[in-house]
């Protein structure tokens, strides 16, 4: 036989069997499309066990072989695995650096090892800071204090449009970069926020959106701000870190709410049973009306949820439930909206207290939604002219004649006849209620007089106050209102009373009285 | 021409069975499941368990080694359940001579109620590793 033909059969017999070797030798780990990944990828590895197949707990380790992740396999029959498996992952936005997956195979009774890499990925963030600023949101002429923040070795450049100024650029270079931006730059390394004062431009009508973005090795995602009237704000509203913030009632990191904050397209994995509840950030605000408020759920689903979880909103922990809807199927992301919201009993009470739940009731351990993005939008109204104007008597003071002990519900000085105590409500666009508190006792050196020997009646029609009701005073606005729904240039008649007993000892007794108007139902 | 033509084929088969018998000698002789139980080192293991329970989520068993020979690949455990089966011990698991360390496996249902467990020390020495099933008269467990 020729020497070429022997080579040949050899080849062809030598390949059946390295194939039966397959079958009968060790797991096979693969990284798909390759090894090499950026941190919030998704990782995916495909499992192709032996005839012996593989335990159904899979590690993943770091390059000190520390543990990082426990991967628990489907589709196994007990603890072992027979079939091709593919896994799929959310690589944390922390990691970087060499990895490895461990695969016990009970082929060779030893855990297979398969390696990948992680990059780190330049994660941005952008803060607005002014008196009524939100996110997005800046009023007109007013100095905004702009922070911006990423991690990474470079130039760190901030882009602003030309109709805002510099004012205080914090050691940043600032220069013109085309005809609609100028940009701030700082050379940075590690993890690095950086802060500058901008004034924003006036406000035009309609308002102007104006575009901010940052570049560091990358450019960030746009970031809109609008200059607008601050007397109606869209505010939008996301999952905050706070410990009512969690998921399976394990509390989440900081990069699984940075998941669910950012429209990333990187996914929180809520396995069956699952259950997420996150508090919404606060306003900085006190509105007094909402115009309109929705919550949006962006996600997706693995093939067979359908309408097994909710999308709720509760106006607190435990509170009342606003709104809630099914989550149905959807392979590809999708958008559950709950809307209306300030029809179906959404109050301006509840803006910084809403609470969100998502569940996963799923059947099957295969039964995954994936979170992309939670968010809720309120357009709400605030009063930008608010106060109460006192008359001079009360700011001078409330004052007492006290001669002989004891006295009960003793009239100040100023409530003889028409008193002269009176609070003026000033108060544009919005009614508004009043409250007062006391700061603590009545005190002479060592001695003093209980706060709730103080009463306080009043009335917005009776300038003699002759039929308001004596109400101790107290620590806490909320005991002690003395204004409900008044309208601007309406006028609040006070009476003062103090309770002494024989006892107390004699002095100059003193105190102080706060009042507050807010928006009518707003919590003062 | 008709007896060369046999000799080809005779060759061929000839050359084709060389080729397997020589890949099932190399097969066996490196022995893919690297599976040896006898012989040394693992004379010189001598493992306890000291203590083991198990609760709906976890098997934890405490080992103890009475000998100077690390442990260095870990450990099989052969659960007697509603069937036997095998679980190994986390990658990277270590016992140092005269060492003791709590070991957690996960407990799954299907496992129902656990009557032993047999641990079976694994070392790599040489290269080679060797799972010693010296010891296979298990240990008895009770919920925790």
């Known amino acids: 036989m020729p020497v070429k033909k022997v080579i040949k059969v050899i080849i062809v017999v030598l390949f059946f069997l390295i194939t039966i070797l397959n079958v009968y030798g060790e797991v096979q ?74 695969v016990y195979d009970y082929g060779i009774n030893d855990y297979v090892l398969g390696y990948f890499n992680v990059e780190s990925k330049i994660v941005f963030n952008r803060n607005l800071k002014c008196n009524r600023c939100s996110s997005h949101k800046a009023p007109p002429l007013t100095d905004v204090e702009m922070t911006i923040s990423a991690s990474g070795k470079g130039n760190l450049v901030d882009y602003f449009e030309k109709d805002w100024m510099i004012i205080d650029a914090n050691d940043g270079v600032v220069s013109n970069y085309d005809s609609r931006f100028n940009k701030i730059s700082w050379n940075v390394d590690g993890s690095i926020s950086k802060t500058y004062i901008i004034k924003s431009p006036e406000r035009t009508m309609p308002s102007t959106k104006y575009l901010f973005f940052t570049e560091l090795n990358s450019r960030s995602d746009d970031w809109f701000v609008i200059v607008a009237d601050p007397t109606n704000i869209v505010e939008e509203l ?179 006849g028409d008193t002269l105590y009176y609070i003026d409500v000033n108060a544009e666009g919005t009614n508004v209620d009043v409250y007062l508190k006391g700061n603590g006792n009545l005190i002479s050196g060592t001695n003093n007089i209980p706060l709730g020997n103080e009463k306080v009646s009043s009335s917005t029609t009776d300038s003699k106050v002759l039929t308001g009701i004596q109400n101790p005073i107290t620590l806490n606005y909320n005991d002690n209102k003395i204004g409900n729904n008044l309208i601007n240039g309406n006028r609040i008649y006070l009476k003062f009373y103090l309770t002494v007993p024989g006892s107390q000892a004699a002095g100059n007794y003193v105190n102080l009285l706060n009042f507050k108007a807010v928006p009518n139902g707003v919590i003062p | 021409m008709q007896n060369r033509g046999v000799s080809e084929f005779i060759g061929l088969v000839l050359m084709i069975l060389i080729v397997v018998v020589l890949f099932v000698i190399v097969f066996f002789a490196f022995d893919v499941r690297k599976y040896f139980t006898e012989g040394s080192p693992c004379s010189d293991v001598k493992v306890d368990v000291v203590g083991a329970c198990y609760n709906e989520k976890n098997i934890i068993i405490k080992i103890k080694n009475n000998g100077d020979l690390d442990v260095n690949n870990g450990f099989l455990f052969k659960i007697y359940g509603n069937e036997v089966y095998d679980v190994p011990s986390a990658p990277f698991t270590l016992l140092s001579g005269f060492g003791v360390k709590e070991v957690v496996l996960p407990y799954e249902g299907f496992v129902k109620e656990v009557n032993k467990i047999v641990v079976l020390p694994k070392l790599i020495v040489n290269e080679k590793q060797y799972i010693c099933d010296s010891n296979l008269e298990g240990y008895k467990l009770n919920a925790c």
């Not at chain 1, 628990?72 to 959310?90: E, Q, V, W």
């Not at chain 1, 989440?252 to 997420?276: C, E, F, H, P, W």
């Not at chain 1, 309408?307 to 809807?325: T, V």
Request: hydrophobic share 35%; glycine share 6%.
């Open chain 1, 29 to 102: 780990i693969s990284f798909e499309p390759n090894d090499k990944y950026a941190a919030g990828d998704v990782l995916t590895i495909r499992i192709d066990p032996d005839k012996y197949g593989v335990f159904k707990y899979v590690y993943i380790y770091d390059d000190k072989n520390t543990l990082q992740e426990t991967i628990i396999l489907n589709n196994c029959k007990d603890f072992t695995c027979y079939t091709p498996l593919m896994i799929r992952y959310n690589l944390p936005l922390t990691w970087h650096g060499n990895y490895s997956v461990a």
């Open chain 1, 238 to 416: 996301l999952p905050i870190v706070h410990t009512n913030t969690r998921l399976s009632n394990v509390q989440l990191t900081q990069n699984q709410v940075d998941l669910i904050r950012s429209d990333d397209n990187l996914y929180l994995n809520m396995k069956k049973g699952a259950k997420l509840e996150s508090e919404l950030s606060d306003t900085s605000l006190t509105p007094n009306v909402i115009n309109n408020a929705y919550c949006e759920l962006y996600y997706y689903t693995t093939a067979n949820i359908n309408n097994n979880g909710r999308f709720q909103l509760y106006n607190r922990k435990k509170g009342n439930l606003i709104d809630s809807a099914n989550i149905i199927r959807s392979t590809s992301e999708n958008v559950l909206l709950l809307n209306n919201l300030q029809n179906k009993g959404l109050t301006v009470n509840d803006i910084n207290t809403l609470f969100i739940t998502v569940n996963n009731a799923g059947k099957s351990n295969s039964d995954f939604i994936y979170v992309d993005k939670i968010r809720c939008v309120i357009d709400y109204g605030v009063s930008s002219n608010l106060g109460i104007g006192i008359s001079n008597e009360l700011s001078n003071g409330i004052k007492w004649d006290i001669q002989t002990l004891p006295v009960n519900d003793f009239d100040a000085v100023g409530n003889d």
